[in-house]
């Protein structure tokens, strides 16, 4: 099947209507663009739940910060296209800023303190940004199932939230991390690093992988597991934002190791923030 292209809400309507019309299962996969392996990956998840597959591609404004990478941020419309075609998406709807926030546009979602620690600790007023846009494209589009990635655990967690509080009737499905053969979780933001900043990267996930170990296998005590993990990227070159051991589903933190918990890191190398997480 052809790719449909909506770039505004109207032919987003005319597509969804021709695939209820055809008794298809819809799936939505929102995104930023700048395609890559990971995003696929949840297109390819996407098919296998549902028989028409929304790609949505939107650099939402509304949660970046003001000193944030809104204007730089690598955008690349043709080759998502192209991908999405191959890949065989059904419909990638292309909302310009207007179409997303037509004037006279003021409602925000958010879901409180789970959108004010972790990362939202360090980039206040994101997660409002994020659930609000979500909430749009899940009502706009609304599919049988959106998928999310685990790379952005405390996202997916605010996701599900929202669905949850606001009675949206769509199954929220996370989808595990796909990363480089060296570890690196794989983000469109990985295109800022400099060859050199690409070589330490890895440590990221690699100081997951060793606190990990701390954790459950030595049984040392969260602090110094965490302090450990800091002063191991910091003298590597990164900045920590934070090292976090957190439940799976409220995010709340926790000083000891429990069934299905989460460790997430955010560090900066350069000017490039990554984020990345495991299940302990
Ligand atoms: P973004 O374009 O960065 O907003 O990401 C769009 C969706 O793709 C989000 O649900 C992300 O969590 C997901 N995603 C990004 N990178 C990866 C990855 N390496 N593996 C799996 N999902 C990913």
Redesign the pocket.
């Known amino acids: 099947m052809q790719l449909t292209i909506a770039d505004n809400i109207s032919a987003l309507q005319q597509g969804l209507m021709d695939a209820a019309k055809a008794g298809k299962r819809v799936a939505l ?6 395609l ?1 392996p ?2 696929m ?2 297109v390819a998840a996407a098919k296998t739940l549902a028989d028409f597959v929304v790609v949505s591609i939107f650099v939402n404004p509304t949660q970046f910060g003001p000193n944030e990478d809104f204007d730089k941020y690598p955008r690349s419309l043709e080759s998502d296209l192209k991908k999405l075609e191959e890949a065989g998406a059904s419909l990638a709807y292309t909302p310009s800023v207007a179409d997303m926030y037509p004037p006279g546009f003021i409602t925000k979602v958010s879901v409180g303190e789970m959108g004010e620690i972790l990362c939202g600790k360090f980039r206040p007023g994101h997660f409002d940004g994020v659930a609000t846009v979500v909430s749009k494209l899940l009502l706009r589009v609304l599919p049988h199932v959106a ?6 655990y405390q ?2 967690c605010v996701v599900k939230q929202v669905a949850y509080d606001l009675d949206i009737p769509i199954q929220i499905v996370g ?5 480089e053969a060296d570890g690196l ?4 933001r990985n295109a800022y690093l400099s060859a050199e900043e690409r070589k330490v990267a890895p440590l990221i996930y690699k100081t997951l992988q060793e606190t990990k170990k701390a954790l459950v296998d030595q049984k040392l005590d969260v602090n110094t597991a965490f302090a450990l993990a800091t002063t191991k990227l910091t003298a590597a070159g990164f900045k920590v934002d934070y090292v976090d051991l957190v439940a799976a589903d409220t995010l709340y933190a926790l000083n000891a190791v429990e069934p299905g918990c989460r460790l997430l890191v955010a560090a900066w190398i350069g000017k490039t923030r990554l984020i990345d997480n495991i299940s302990l």
């Open positions: 996969v929102p995104t930023m663009g700048a890559h990971g995003h990956s949840l998928l999310f990635g685990e790379k952005d996202q997916l989808v595990p991390t796909l990363r979780a794989m983000s469109s």
